[in-house]
């Protein structure tokens, strides 16, 4: 894949490219450490991989981040898994976090945004007010660095309170959202033993309430390890019984006290999406993920005091964690708790107009719905202040850069962002220097060493291959939970190639160094030796007006076949006759490869997701290999199962 010759859609003017955060980076760390002080980016990124040490050295300099106990060195050791950032230093990101309330104490470091779209803020001041209340009254109840403190909440204020308030005192904070069942809540936190709870009565979505006192009340009685439970009223309810009362907790006036901990000390536990077995719990550190994201949000991103952050996630998905570290570069965070399609599909474009965002992140999959919809974001909402419309979740199709264009602004950068839970951060995605080229990620992030491999571990360049990350990134997991030897984490990324990271994604690296998505490897369709991410097809399928949602599965088979279905999930009115299956066929024909145009296109009462809202392909593809359903997938990872027993027919009948 080569584009080099292709007119990129979006061009920085070099007014822009002066005033970026990167490119002052890159003159100051020239004279300081070395870094080269002509070639743009792609200078800049070589060095940072072949000089990893002082790249990261430079970063904690330019963003000053305040060690307590100075390091021995940056990389104590390099080998992966097992690298050792900054040995011997010690710092606590909720300080960092909270910086911005020494100069800016009533600006607002929040805009709590719900369903009716009106922001509130929160000052600086406030934000800090109520950690140092919280962490002093969480040292009252006994907990300590290491202690695990969970949260049931939806993406509301006091969420951020007590990941910081946790990471304040040293405890080690993981969440779910509201919408998970009790099952899928308790695969997760009964593996980290927490001895706090912070639970919502509920929470509002679509314009209805939903009360959750009853999964509350199970995972109560479920998580044994509890001290407490502390109530947060969203529906208005009295604490039950033995439950601790928010504001209670949040009234006092107190400094917050911050707790001094290494590097590598556990800062929270991220999950896989467990749709095969247990969630993988992914624990990361507090020194790796400070400084990870004041580079990937201060340099990428390009935010800083002036900026505000709306990014539409909920407290389940890493996008959230992603966000709240936005308070580390000053910026202004928006919480936004509520559908992403209420009243209307374009909802989340109104919620960027009146919170004046500067920085917008969504879903590829809501650009493409609001595409659909004919939503017309320039014509009916002021989104003057918007720099950059940044999407993740799963690759934007070429139609969703153009749409993007021509019905935001053309003047508009538009950061298609990829990486993973595993390092809560982006391999690939945001440079505010590079242009933007249709359907590719500008460039692999600073300090990054990502490639593209084939089987035997040789570099691709223009073709499809593994992604891979050949050196450490200090965000990657200290370890997982409950895995002693390590050999789950192992097995998880470095089974294929020992000692370089594999992710388990296919990408194209073009010869202009930008990046191309295709989907999961272990998803891959391989048809004669040609091979394709499902996202290629669901890109070219789903621009057809009759489909909704499609889900692409390649199966070997016994005998030596391969079976490709494509399952299509159809819009309001629309009907699978012979005309559009023709139209399906010819668009993957034309558009993609013959060698892919399915074998049977199967009409679906829907498509299932994982809980963070991807397509669920590795558990379907074992239901039609015949797995049995309990074998096939964890059930509390599914946000339908009953869309499940579709497919799970489907391999029966084809069984008979």
Sequence with gaps: MTSAHTEPLWQPDEERIAAAAVTRFQAWAAERHGAPSEGGYPALHRWSVDELESFWQAVAEWFDIRFSTPYERVLGDRSMPGAEWFPGATLNYAEHALRAADERPHEPALLHV????????????????????????????????GDRVSGYLPNVPEAVVALLASAAVGAVWTSCAPDFGARSVLDRFQQV????????????????????????????????????????????????????????????????????????????????????????????????????????LGLHCDLGPEDVFFWYTSTGWMMWNFLVSGLLTGTTVVIYDGSPGYPDTGAQWRVAERTRATLYGTSAAYVMACAKADVH???????????????????????????????????LWIASVSGGTDVCSCFAGAVPTLPVHIGELQAAGLGTDLQSWDPSGKPLIGEVGELVVANPMPSMPIHFWNDPDGSRYRDSYFEMFPGVWRHGDWITITDHGSVVIHGRSDSTLNRQGVRMGSADIYEAVERLPEIRESLVIGLEEPDGGYWMPLFVHLAEGAALDEALIARIKQTIRTELSPRHVPDDIIEVPGVPHTLTGKRIEVPVKRLLQGTPMSKAVNPGSVDNLDLLHFYEEVARKRAE
């Design 377 to 411: 974001p320039a014509r009916d909402f002021d989104l003057s202040t918007i720099k950059c419309v940044a999407t993740t979740g799963s690759p934007l199709p070429p139609d969703g850069f153009r749409w993007l264009h021509d019905e935001v602004r053309e003047d």
């Design 193 to 296: 033993e927490p001895v706090v709870l912070f639970t919502v009565d509920g929470y509002r979505y679509g314009g209805k309430q939903h009360d959750r006192r009853d999964t509350v009340a199970e995972l109560r009685a479920e998580l044994p390890t509890l001290r407490a439970v502390v109530h947060i009223p969203l529906l208005g309810t009295e604490p039950p019984e033995g439950a601790l009362a928010w504001a209670d907790l949040t009234a006092a006036d107190v400094e917050p006290v911050f707790e001094q901990v290494g590097f590598s000390h556990p800062l929270w536990v991220l999950y896989s999406s467990g749709t095969t077995g247990l969630p993988k719990a992914i624990v990361q550190s507090q020194g790796g993920i400070l400084i990870e994201h004041l580079k990937q």
């Design 114 to 145: 719900d369903e009716t779209h009106e922001p509130r803020p929160i000052t600086w001041a406030e934000l800090r007010r109520q950690v140092g209340s919280l962490a002093a009254e969480l040292r009252t109840l006994g907990v300590r660095p």
